[in-house]
């Protein structure tokens, strides 16, 4: 019957394609008809047939051809009928719980959904519109009213900013470096962009892929219009320039900086050569999505569908990989979702551009030194290519400059605001110096970050490409422009127009969005670019860094409270003053969420393990979440994958299968049930051997995509930008960076932790119960196991409990996870580092996998980053020891301990912020990384949750990064009211 049904809807699908106009027309792209071939069957055999698309018929086989692009396997005939009636994000979903695996092309994948959608558009948008009612419906049936009180928290919160005397040594400037007279009220232009960036839904932008697209159509890409093979840096030169000069110029309303990301107000950017595609199914229903829906045109639909994605579909970084290895097991493995994710297949992005050195010398300065070291070379090497690729790239920021300087012109010669004029004549004076000549003013060297950082968002993804030490930065010029300024009066005008540009900036940074298929609304739910900016910190010779813009900075981050830019802080114990760190903590109490602390002192000690040069690592930054970058030199991809440690754990129990996945996936180490661990020991080395399996393939498909990236999308103007490429005469994809590293995050310590202290404690320690039974409750979800889901609660010490055991547990597993991922190298020639944070994996692997020996229950999800369990204890300074007392060595690529502390109600804000600042304090002096904090109470939550047109704005820290809560999935924001929560 289901092979019957499966056959009967291809055909059906066939006859609407080959017979209706409307429909045919969407088998055809600018390049001639697009030819594919679907296959679709069940694991068992009871169902299989494929549908081709040849030359515009579609045509229906009983059977799957050999040479199919794609096939679907269904794990059950229940499973098959479903997507008939399935919405695109339900479709992913079927991916993701195991019930569908796809072998073959992805963007293939998508075009099959793309035109399944075409055919069910009406019924799947009913069907998301009744799922969004239904559940606003359940959650307003106990909250049929917003509680007015709880709206008005944290109004309440900003109407007694404190005060405080400048003690920083660097702060030469600001009497009240916490700048107290001033709110948000008294920046219009800033309310402005804000209500802007709250109302104006994000529009997915076709205007860099559409124009990258066709001039790669008519200049080649494999081969130049010569029919010689291209030189990939030189080839991708070409593309941004012809790019950058031609794309449309714009400035945005009311800004004083000139330069958008998109042609939108606030767009999506498509990058169809990484994960541009996955996309692709969504192009009938994006619109319609519950969470963080996008505007699309139908012009930009068509173009998508017809000019690029096409075009792509076989040369973007995970089919190049797919062709160039065989589909190799890495690569299916990545793509079942539930054991790790490697982010190398959307961007080589995390990073931090060397900044100082464009304000310092200009486009102009850095062309002379390339020209320099072109002198230097063999001509026509590859060296010499890759050189002349930077050059060719940053002339074509020039000329993006140049076309901002004439736009900004001619609308000053339109506008009949005097007020308005003034600025935009200001800004064409500025595009037309900067960032071609060195920067002389702050104004110019904002607008030449500006422009440089849109530029470098036109080459490489929007994701956790970072914007560094922007207070140190700017600073210099700070200090400039004011020995200038001599009244006292003159001089408040001018901190004050500088709090209103650097608020401008840090908007302007917020005119752009990753692309995000559905699924990732759960995977990486909330999340922005993640666009990293670090203040205070020290400088590279280990003095107080922090300084009259740091303060200036933390004053914008408290006034716009916004997720973009991800604002870091780092601390010194040793350093810095108790004035700074209470500042911290009142803008994390009056944002809620931000910004994040790291320990300066436990990242050094951390990055020292590598020998890298003491002045540089002090002059680190984060990006992308939390993790550390030496700043300009350094690609260390800090976030190349996110691995499910909790995976490898399920397989050690299993004998190597994973339970969702119902297959064999690592090495045969043992069966529980035949007796195969004598001791505790023989199961930790069966955990280490999977956790060691799933390293080896996650590093072995990062090194393929690496390799990718060489290929496809080679990025010489950040290579123009990175310490050491110049004088190597190598782009960043071929290692040419001072350092090298890659980063990863290992997701679920707390859970493995705690469930590696229930097997020690319960069975081999005292003996209360035998692996087996704790085996059998664990498959069954502990129904019908009380008695061991009691044993589990009372006698087994977790991790944030205060017991040094759980610590010492915890060490043992950072160690082995330090050890494993060093022991590997790079395709650039650098090392590994493994980080413990999670961004919102922790929810969605939590999702995938089964119940836990430490209680957890199936689905549920994992404590974020390292945070111990919410049950671990109801102290937070037990918390604060057991996280403090890990060895920072093995966390080279940082943490995410997350708080949730709540003031008492009526307390004063001086009086919250100084039990804040303690327990900072504390936990920095007893060697703890990195902390966040949500200032945020559970019923805030649920009032959000059902009320959501009250709380707009409302911030929470997920893990690593910020995110407005009700744009988030239900499951996380579910997660995140049920985190522990600290009296204050």
């Known amino acids: 019957m289901t092979g019957y049904l499966l056959l009967t809807m291809l055909k059906t699908m066939a006859l609407m394609l080959n017979l209706r106009p409307s429909l045919n027309k969407r088998l055809m792209s600018e390049d001639g008809w697009i030819n594919l071939c679907v296959g679709i069957r069940t694991d068992t055999g009871s169902a299989e047939a494929a549908i081709s698309f040849h030359e515009g ?48 092309n992805q963007s293939y994948l998508n075009l099959f959904f793309f035109l399944m959608s075409t055919l069910l558009y009406k019924g799947q948008v009913r069907q998301l519109e009744r799922e969004q009612a239904k559940r606003m419906e359940g959650y307003r049936a106990d909250r049929p009213e917003s509680n007015a009180e709880t709206r008005a928290e944290m109004g309440r919160r900003g109407n007694q900013r404190m005060q405080a005397k400048a003690v920083d040594p660097g702060v030469k400037f600001l009497s009240d470096p916490y700048l107290s007279s001033w709110a948000l009220g008294d920046f219009p232009r800033l309310q402005e962009f804000l209500d802007v960036h709250f109302t104006h839904r994000a529009e997915v932008c076709a205007e860099r892929p559409r124009i990258m697209t066709q001039w790669f159509r008519r200049n080649g890409f494999e081969e130049d219009c010569s029919g010689n093979p291209w030189v990939p840096e030189l080839r991708q030169s070409h593309a941004l320039h012809h790019y950058l000069a031609t794309r449309e110029p714009l400035v945005a309303e009311g800004s004083r900086l000139a330069g958008t990301t998109t042609s939108k107000p606030v767009g999506v950017l498509v990058f169809p050569d990484s994960h541009g595609t996955m996309l692709w199914g969504e192009l009938n229903t994006v619109s319609h999505r519950a969470h963080n829906p996008y505007t699309i045109s139908d012009e930009t639909r068509d173009t998508l569908h017809h000019d690029v994605y096409p075009f792509w579909a076989e040369r973007n970084f995970k089919e190049w990989v797919r062709a160039e290895y065989g589909n190799p097991l890495c690569q299916r493995l990545d793509e079942r979702f539930a054991l790790y994710f490697t982010w190398k297949q959307a961007a080589l992005s995390h990073t931090i551009a060397d900044f100082p050195k464009l304000l310092s010398l200009g486009t102009l300065g850095l062309i002379a030194e390339i020209e320099g070291a072109i002198l230097e070379t063999e001509t026509g090497s590859a060296e010499a290519h890759t050189l002349s690729a930077m050059i060719i790239c940053l002339k074509g920021m020039e000329a993006y400059a140049d076309n901002l300087s004439m736009k900004a012109d001619a609308m000053a010669s339109a506008t009949s605001d005097d007020g308005r004029r003034r600025e935009l004549m200001a800004m064409a004076a500025a595009c037309a110096r900067v960032p071609k000549e060195p920067a002389e003013t702050l104004y110019e060297a904002l607008q030449a970050i500006w422009i440089g950082w849109i530029c470098l968002h036109m080459e490489n993804t929007n994701a956790g490409l970072s914007i560094g030490r922007l207070d140190q930065w700017l600073q210099p010029y700070f200090e400039k422009d004011l020995e200038g300024i001599c009244s006292e009066g003159d001089r408040e005008a001018y901190i004050y127009s500088v709090i209103d540009l650097c608020g401008d900036f840090f908007m302007r940074c917020t005119d752009h969005l990753p692309l995000t298929p559905d699924i990732a609304n759960y995977i990486f739910g909330g999340s922005s670019s993640d666009q990293a900016i670090t203040l205070g910190g020290v400088t590279p010779e280990g003095e107080d860094a922090v300084c009259d813009m740091t303060y200036i900075l933390l004053k914008v981050t408290e006034l716009l409270s916004i997720r973009d830019p991800n604002v870091n802080a780092r601390v010194h114990p040793e350093v810095h003053s108790e004035t700074y760190v209470k500042r911290l903590c009142e803008v994390n109490l009056l944002t809620a969420a931000t910004p994040s602390m790291h320990n300066d002192k436990a990242i050094s000690d951390s990055l020292s393990q590598y020998g890298w040069d003491p002045a540089h690592i002090n002059d680190w930054s984060a990006t992308g979440c939390v993790e550390p970058t030496l700043s300009g030199r350094h690609i260390g991809h800090t976030n190349f994958q996110m691995l499910n440690m909790v995976a490898a754990f399920e397989m050690a129990l299993n004998n190597g299968v994973h339970p969702l996945l119902g297959s064999r996936i690592g090495p045969e180490t043992g069966l529980i049930e035949e007796g ?19 390293v080896d393939q996650s590093v072995a498909y990062n090194n393929m995509l690496g390799l990718a990236h060489q290929k496809i999308r080679p990025t010489p103007l950040l290579s123009s930008l990175i310490d050491g490429c110049i004088g190597a005469g190598q782009d960043v ?22 469930s590696l202290m229930a097997i020690k404690t319960l069975i081999y320690d005292e003996e209360k119960i035998d692996f087996q039974t704790l085996k059998r409750a664990v498959d069954a979800d502990f129904e019908g196991y009380g008695r061991v889901l009691s044993l589990v609660s009372r006698h087994v010490p977790l991790f944030g409990s205060g017991r040094a055991e759980s610590v010492a547990m915890a060490n043992r597993v950072t160690d082995f996870a330090h050890r494993c991922y060093t022991g590997h190298t790079n395709y650039r020639g650098g090392h590994y580092t493994a980080g413990f944070w999670s961004m919102s994996n922790h929810v969605a692997y939590g999702t995938l996998s089964g119940a836990l020996p430490s209680g957890r229950r199936a689905g549920k999800p994992f404590t974020p980053g390292l945070t111990p369990t919410p049950h671990a204890s109801e102290s937070l300074l037990d918390n604060i020891r057991d996280v403090a007392g890990l060895n920072t060595k093995n966390l080279s690529n940082n943490i995410a301990f997350n708080v949730r502390v709540v003031p008492k109600p009526g307390e004063a804000p001086p009086d919250i912020v100084a039990t804040m600042h303690a327990y900072v304090r504390t936990y920095f002096q007893l060697g703890g990384m990195q902390m966040q904090m949500n200032v945020v109470t559970s019923e805030m939550l649920k009032d959000a949750q059902a009320h959501p047109e009250h709380y707009r704005n409302l911030l929470v820290r997920i893990s690593g990064y910020n995110a407005y809560f009700v744009t988030l999935n239900p499951d996380m924001q579910q997660e995140l009211i049920e985190r522990a929560e600290y009296g204050l």
């Open 57 to 104: 018929r579609a045509q229906t086989h009983s059977t799957i051809p050999p040479q199919a692009d794609v096939v679907l396997i269904f794990d059950s005939d229940h499973s098959l009928r479903e997507l008939l009636g399935a919405t695109p994000m339900e479709q992913i979903w079927m991916v993701l719980k195991g019930r569908l695996r796809v072998e073959g």
């Open 676 to 694: 195969a661990f004598p001791t505790f020991d023989h199961f930790f080395e069966a955990f280490t051997t999977q956790f060691a399996f799933l």
């Open 733 to 754: 994809t071929h290692g040419g960076a001072v350092y090298n590293s890659s980063g990863a995050a290992c997701i679920g310590l707390a859970d493995v932790t705690d």
